[in-house]
């Protein structure tokens, strides 16, 4: 989880969320009246909202974060800087009933792009680069096997006139589904393609699509989207059952899901949010982002994860007493070299030690005894050939590191 948190951070640092944004855990429940978060009838993601503390206040444990950025984004005229390219890590909240993969507090790696559009935050180009990136870090990780599924929702004319199209189509057949479809045939038929009810599917596959309402401006932008993902060689499967949980998508939706991961298979999930801004009083400013479910990551990483996680370069054994303070030290300047260390106990044997630091597939083991403290001379075992070297004090970083 911390080397997937840090080459995340790292690829976000570097090319995406060029900053890091902090955002309030326990927000008001009705910051706008238009607020994705005030729990409503199917809208998926349903917040603990509640009266915390002694505040009177209603209050909302977050249970996402692209409304706080938008809102930042408004509140400190982040405009003036063009396109903003953020990202934060952190929990959140949702009132789910939990299974596996799905937690009521679970972790999130949140980027967002967004900016006025005369600074290029509607490209089609921004879209492809958020997904190359995504990709490009799934593959770094390790994870094999995932799928790129996507979509485009278009914009909100063109939902309007298709929600009216399900609307029609649902009448006749709602009463031979689920009772979550019939109710949502009426409130928010979208939603009828998150159903998994077996049953519901031949009449779902049968509803029209979203692909067929699409204006030419959406279209055409899918269209440039999916080009440049082509071209650079990033494979995706088209999805048009693919609607997303939170009302503020528009164009391009998607998510990396991953077979290993069971009922609950979405990896990340995110898409573009043009209007979500103005929504929220702002002015227009399009946006898109994506949160990676840090939970589901580390659960897809599985075998892999072997190959992601550090293990110690020198697991140092203290032999006899008094060397715990010695090894401590000796611990402390290898790791000002950025190398990672085990430290052992100055009351274990040295086969003890021996094995401690085999077991934890390090390098190498380092020996601090009386002796070669005395001398300045230190035996450094390799662990894999089992060659033992005497190496002076100040040549040891050099040589666990070269070692790589
Ligand atoms: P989301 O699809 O609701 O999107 O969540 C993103 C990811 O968070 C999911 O793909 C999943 O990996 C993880 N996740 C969601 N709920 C749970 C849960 N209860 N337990 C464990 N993991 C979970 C959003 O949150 C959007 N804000 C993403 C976004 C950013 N869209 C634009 N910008």
Same mark, same amino acid.
């Given at each position: 989880?911390?080397?997937?948190?840090?080459?995340? /951070?790292?690829?976000?640092?570097?090319?995406?969320?060029?900053q890091a944004i902090y955002l309030r855990l326990v927000v008001p429940a009705n910051a706008s009246s238009t607020s994705p978060w005030v729990?409503?009838?199917?809208?998926?993601i349903?917040a603990?909202a509640?009266?915390?503390?002694? %505040? %009177?206040q209603s209050l909302t444990l977050r249970p996402e974060n692209t409304a706080g950025v938008v809102r930042a984004y408004i509140e400190h005229k982040l405009w003036d800087r063009?396109?903003n390219?953020l990202y934060c890590?952190g929990?959140m909240?949702?009132?789910?009933?939990?299974?596996?993969?799905?937690?009521?507090?679970?972790?999130q790696?949140d980027a967002e792009v967004i900016g006025p559009? %005369?600074?290029?935050s509607?490209?089609?180009?921004?879209?492809?680069?958020?997904?190359?990136?995504?990709?490009?870090?799934?593959?770094?990780?390790?994870? /094999?096997?995932?799928?790129?599924?996507?979509?485009?929702?278009?914009?909100?004319?063109?939902?309007?006139?298709?929600?009216?199209?399900?609307?029609?189509?649902?009448?006749?057949?709602?009463?031979?589904?689920?009772?979550?479809? #019939?109710?949502?045939?009426?409130?928010?038929?979208?939603?009828?393609?998150?159903?998994?009810?077996?049953?519901?599917?031949?009449?779902?596959?049968?509803?029209?699509?979203?692909?067929?309402?699409?204006?030419?401006?959406?279209?055409? *932008? =899918?269209?440039?989207?999916?080009?440049?993902?082509?071209?650079?060689?990033?494979?995706?499967?088209?999805?048009?059952? !693919?609607?997303?949980?939170l009302d503020y998508?528009?164009?391009?939706? =998607?998510?990396?899901? *991953?077979?290993?991961?069971?009922?609950?298979?979405?990896?990340?999930?995110?898409?573009?949010y043009d209007g979500l801004s103005e929504a929220l009083g702002g002015p227009a400013a399009p946006g898109?982002g994506?949160a990676?479910?840090?939970?589901? !990551?580390?659960?897809?990483?599985?075998?892999?994860?072997?190959?992601? =996680?550090?293990?110690?370069?020198?697991?140092?054994?203290?032999?006899?007493?008094?060397?715990?303070?010695?090894?401590?030290? !000796?611990?402390?300047?290898?790791?000002? *070299?950025?190398?990672?260390?085990?430290?052992?106990?100055?009351?274990?044997?040295?086969? /003890?030690?021996?094995?401690?630091?085999?077991?934890?597939?390090?390098?190498?083991?380092?020996?601090?005894?009386?002796?070669?403290?005395?001398?300045?001379?230190?035996?450094?075992?390799?662990?894999?050939?089992?060659? #033992?070297?005497?190496?002076?004090?100040?040549?040891?970083?050099?040589?666990?590191?070269?070692?790589?």
């Open positions: 989880m911390i080397k997937a948190r840090k080459i995340a /951070k790292e690829r976000y640092a570097n090319e995406l969320g060029r729990p409503t009838e199917d809208v998926e349903e603990f509640g009266t915390f503390f002694s %505040s %009177s063009g396109l390219k890590i929990p909240f949702r009132r789910e009933r939990p299974q596996k993969g799905r937690y009521r507090q679970f972790y790696i559009a %005369s600074a290029g509607d490209s089609p180009a921004r879209d492809a680069e958020i997904l190359e990136l995504l990709a490009t870090l799934l593959d770094r990780l390790g994870i /094999k096997d995932w799928t790129l599924q996507l979509n485009s929702i278009g914009c909100a004319n063109d939902r309007a006139a298709y929600n009216e199209a399900l609307r029609k189509a649902l009448e006749p057949v709602k009463d031979k589904m689920c009772v979550d479809c #019939q109710r949502r045939a009426v409130t928010n038929p979208l939603r009828v393609f998150d159903c998994k009810v077996p049953e519901d599917q031949p009449i779902i596959e049968k509803l029209p699509r979203i692909s067929q309402f699409l204006d030419e401006p959406c279209r055409q *932008h =899918f269209d440039q989207v999916q080009a440049i993902l082509k071209s650079v060689g990033v494979e995706f499967q088209l999805n048009d059952r !693919l609607v997303r949980g998508y528009t164009r391009t939706a =998607f998510e990396f899901t *991953h077979g290993a991961l069971g009922a609950q298979n979405a990896i990340l999930g995110g898409g573009r898109i994506f990676i479910g840090e939970d589901r !990551l580390v659960m897809s990483l599985g075998e892999s994860a072997e190959a992601v =996680f550090r293990k110690p370069d020198v697991y140092i054994a203290p032999l006899g007493p008094g060397m715990n303070k010695e090894a401590a030290r !000796l611990a402390r300047e290898l790791r000002r *070299h950025d190398i990672v260390v085990e430290l052992g106990e100055e009351s274990f044997r040295l086969k /003890k030690s021996l094995e401690a630091a085999s077991k934890l597939g390090s390098k190498y083991a380092l020996i601090a005894g009386e002796n070669e403290l005395s001398t300045g001379v230190f035996a450094l075992k390799n662990l894999a050939t089992g060659e #033992q070297k005497a190496v002076p004090r100040s040549d040891l970083a050099a040589i666990i590191l070269a070692n790589g």
